[in-house]
């Protein structure tokens, strides 16, 4: 059974960074991607960034290359720099057995989510 476990939201000023983590363990693809969606309270989930098994990642269009997605195998990390109170909402770890998509039913697991929480 696949399980993603995320750490690293907390609460950070403005113009911060914070830098979240996800690891995955029970997966039995060959491939995957893993990626990470957030979702502000009242709003929609949005897609932050995704990174495919190889390949080119993806980001949400809000990033405007402030956000850094890497990952080795099953562990993959956010970096996320030039923080902004707009950017405050929980984040979610998400994985799929196919490529890196924009949408939540593109992803077949969902971690517990980490809460990442911008004062101005």
């Known amino acids: 059974q696949v399980q993603l476990v995320e750490s690293g939201g907390g609460l950070v000023q403005a113009g911060g960074s914070l830098r979240l983590s996800c690891a995955a363990s029970?997966?039995?693809?060959?491939?995957?991607?893993m990626g990470w969606f957030r979702q502000a309270s009242g709003k929609e989930r949005e897609v932050v960034a995704a990174v495919p098994w190889t390949g080119t990642s993806l980001y949400g269009d809000f990033v405007k290359g402030r956000f850094t997605i890497s990952r080795n195998k099953n562990t993959m990390v956010l970096q996320m720099n030039s923080l902004k109170p707009e950017d405050t909402a929980v984040y979610y770890c998400?994985?799929?057995?196919?490529?890196?998509?924009?949408?939540?039913?593109?992803?077949?697991?969902w971690g517990q989510g980490t809460q990442v929480t911008v004062s101005s």
């Open positions: 998400v994985l799929t057995g196919g490529g890196p998509g924009r949408r939540s039913a593109d992803y077949d697991y």
């Open positions: 029970g997966v039995t693809f060959s491939r995957y991607s």
